[in-house]
Nanobody
Framework: QMQLVESGGGLVQPGGSLRLSCAAS????????IGWFRQAPGKEREGISCISGSGGKTNYADSVKGRFTISRDNTKTTVYLQMNNLKPEDTGVYYC??????????????????WGQGTQVTVSS
């Protein structure tokens, strides 16, 4: 059974950092691209970062470029999202999702088949 579990969320002050983890089980991670999405209260879910199965391609939303870094360790079946210089507008529930894609990376949520349950990130002073 394919499963994705996010962790690492929490409360952080503006300017702080968090590292989110997405642990995968039940499938061969390197065949799948992984995306990170977030949903703020009252807003639609948005794609913020993604990485291909091979790790060779990444993509970021303009709102997080230069602040967030996605990486993956296929030996540990985990994908990470390092978030630096966090802003209050980064607050939301963060989800990771998986799609078949060794060499492609997309932020289109409809392309993703498997989703985790989410982890809350709150940026506030």
């Amino acid at each position: 059974q394919m499963q994705l579990v996010e962790s690492g969320g929490g409360l952080v002050q503006p300017g702080g950092s968090l590292r989110l983890s997405c642990a995968a089980s039940g499938f061969t991670l390197n065949y799948y691209g992984i995306g990170w999405f977030r949903q703020a209260p009252g807003k639609e879910r948005e794609g913020i970062s993604c990485i291909s199965g091979s790790g060779g391609k990444t993509n970021y939303a303009d709102s997080v470029k230069g602040r967030f870094t996605i990486s993956r360790d296929n030996t540990k079946t985990t994908v990470y999202l390092q978030m630096n210089n966090l802003k209050p507008e980064d607050t939301g529930v963060y989800y990771c999702a998986a799609r078949m894609g060794v060499n492609s990376a997309t932020l289109t949520s409809s392309e993703y088949r498997f989703w985790g349950q989410g982890t809350q990130v709150t940026v506030s002073s």
